[in-house]
């Protein structure tokens, strides 16, 4: 039994698909089913039950997972303490799934200023248990601050709409005055989607959202020919809108997004992410408020 074992074993898991696994590994399905084949056979026990379409973890395979997981973590924990002992340069992996738009001046000052550390981003999720990261970066509609969570900025959010709405006659928007609009938000249940849907709450309606998009620059996009408004985040969203078709209005109640650092509490905490989880704190707090003007 190997490292790369494991590894493929809770790739299968979190996939719950050999054939997508295989293509997310990089390597050939007949392979990766070998391997899996392999470690069960050295198990004695399946650790998965197969179907047509999909496998799913045998009870056995859970209890297997649990420990994979933790042997790969302490192997990995065990090679960042070492680096940390003798001094090397260390590897940073940094999961980065909210205000994007400040990480290319985030990464660019950071190897600036510490060139000896290698920064690999992903965009791995810290709700699953095999995700791949030291530090996470993501959003959220309320602070987090405790043993291993920072949050990193509070922004207010506007809502945006077509320069032709003519809601833009108003400098201030209440949320009874978006009744009849349509909404537009992130796929799935995001921050924004659950800010959205407390907006419409405190008007009294239940929001009508025409659609739910993958990215921000669709939603300005949708915004600018009228199909829809939408919160946009003041500090992390607005100063990236260059869109003359979109107007931003403030709200009379407050609707605060939250962008929160967290760490996963049984990790080892390596002096990289010391450095790390210091700059990124800096970074944020210097971060300037762009005020908008349409």
Same mark, same amino acid.
């Given at each position: 039994?190997?490292?790369?074992?494991?590894?493929?074993?809770?790739k299968v898991?979190?996939?719950?698909?050999?054939?997508?696994?295989?293509?997310?590994?990089?390597?050939?399905?007949? %392979?990766? *089913?070998?391997?899996?084949?392999?470690?069960?056979?050295?198990l004695?026990?399946?650790?998965f039950?197969?179907n047509r379409?999909?496998?799913?973890?045998?009870?056995?395979? &859970?209890?297997?997972?649990?420990?994979?997981?933790?042997?790969?973590?302490?192997? %990995?924990d065990?090679h960042?303490?070492?680096q940390?002992?003798?001094? %090397?340069?260390?590897?940073?992996?940094?999961?980065?799934?909210?205000?994007?738009?400040m990480?290319?001046?985030?990464?660019?000052k950071?190897?600036?200023?510490?060139?000896?550390?290698?920064?690999?981003?992903?965009?791995?999720?810290?709700?699953?248990?095999s995700?791949?990261?030291d530090?996470?970066?993501?959003?959220?509609?309320?602070?987090?601050?405790?043993?291993?969570?920072?949050?990193?900025?509070?922004? /207010?959010?506007?809502?945006g709409?077509?320069?032709?709405?003519?809601?833009? &006659?108003e400098?201030?928007?209440?949320?009874?005055?978006?009744?009849?609009?349509?909404f537009?938000?992130?796929?799935?249940?995001?921050?924004?989607s659950?800010?959205t849907?407390?907006?419409?709450?405190?008007?009294?309606?239940?929001?009508?959202?025409s659609l739910?998009?993958?990215?921000?620059?669709?939603i300005?996009?949708?915004?600018?020919?009228?199909?829809?408004?939408?919160?946009?985040?003041?500090?992390?969203?607005?100063?990236?809108?260059?869109?003359s078709?979109?107007?931003?209005?403030?709200?009379?109640?407050?609707?605060?997004?939250?962008?929160?650092?967290?760490?996963?509490?049984?990790?080892?905490?390596?002096?990289?992410?010391?450095?790390?989880? /210091?700059?990124?704190? &800096? *970074?944020?707090?210097?971060n300037?408020?762009?005020?908008? *003007?349409?």
């Amino acid at each position: 039994m190997n490292t790369l074992q494991l590894a493929y074993f809770l790739k299968v898991c979190e996939t719950g698909q050999i054939s997508k696994a295989s293509r997310e590994l990089f390597i050939s399905q007949p %392979s990766l *089913s070998q391997t899996i084949k392999g470690l069960e056979k050295e198990l004695g026990t399946e650790l998965f039950s197969r179907n047509r379409n999909s496998i799913t973890l045998s009870e056995n395979g &859970k209890i297997f997972r649990g420990y994979a997981e933790t042997a790969l973590t302490a192997l %990995s924990d065990a090679h960042k303490a070492i680096q940390d002992n003798m001094g %090397s340069s260390s590897t940073i992996k940094l999961s980065y799934r909210a205000a994007t738009g400040m990480l290319p001046g985030i990464v660019t000052k950071f190897k600036e200023k510490f060139p000896d550390i290698q920064l690999i981003i992903n965009q791995a999720d810290i709700k699953d248990s095999s995700a791949e990261a030291d530090l996470y970066v993501f959003a959220s509609d309320f602070a987090i601050n405790n043993n291993c969570s920072i949050t990193l900025l509070t922004e /207010d959010c506007l809502i945006g709409m077509s320069v032709d709405n003519p809601l833009t &006659k108003e400098k201030i928007i209440s949320p009874e005055m978006l009744k009849n609009e349509t909404f537009l938000t992130l796929q799935g249940n995001t921050p924004l989607s659950r800010l959205t849907h407390s907006l419409c709450e405190k008007g009294g309606f239940y929001p009508k959202v025409s659609l739910e998009l993958d990215t921000r620059e669709i939603i300005f996009s949708m915004i600018s020919i009228g199909a829809g408004v939408a919160l946009i985040p003041q500090k992390t969203w607005a100063p990236l809108i260059n869109n003359s078709e979109i107007a931003l209005r403030r709200l009379s109640t407050t609707t605060m997004r939250h962008i929160i650092l967290q760490w996963k509490n049984s990790a080892y905490f390596s002096k990289g992410m010391e450095i790390m989880i /210091d700059f990124l704190k &800096k *970074s944020f707090a210097n971060n300037v408020c762009f005020p908008f *003007s349409k």
